[in-house]
């Protein structure tokens, strides 16, 4: 069974920065794509960033480039998401996800997720 923990959320001033952290276990795919999505409400899933297992490609969403920087640590099986320079439209909660198809995580469609951590940026 696929688990995900996420950590690391809170509340940070405009141009902070927090650091989010994810325990990754019970899957042994081949390849896989890990990364996060996040969730405003009432809008729509946000593919944020993914990096693939394999050939270490990395994706990120034209609204954090530059801000934003994931990274794992694979003896640990951690997941990170390093984000800087926060906006309130950063506003979310944000989930750390993985899938089999790098394709789906592109757009944010993974197929197993944890239970999310909230950020909250205020202006």
Not at 92 to 105: G, L, M, N, P
Request: charged content about 20%; glycine content about 14%; overall charge negative.
């Amino acid at each position: 069974e696929v688990q995900l923990v996420e950590s690391g959320g809170g509340l940070v001033q405009t141009g902070g920065s927090l650091r989010l952290s994810c325990v990754a276990s019970g899957f042994a795919f081949d390849d896989y794509a890990i990364g996060w999505f996040r969730q405003a409400p009432g809008k729509e899933r946000e593919g944020v960033s993914c990096m693939h297992s394999g050939d270490g490609s990395i994706y990120y969403t034209d609204s954090v480039k530059g801000r934003f920087t994931i990274s794992s640590d694979n003896a640990k099986n951690m997941v990170y998401l390093q984000m800087n320079s926060l906006k309130p439209e950063d506003t979310a909660v944000y989930y750390c996800a993985v899938d089999r198809s790098w394709y789906k995580a592109l757009i944010g469609d993974f197929g197993s997720w944890g239970q999310g951590t909230q950020v909250t940026v205020s202006s």
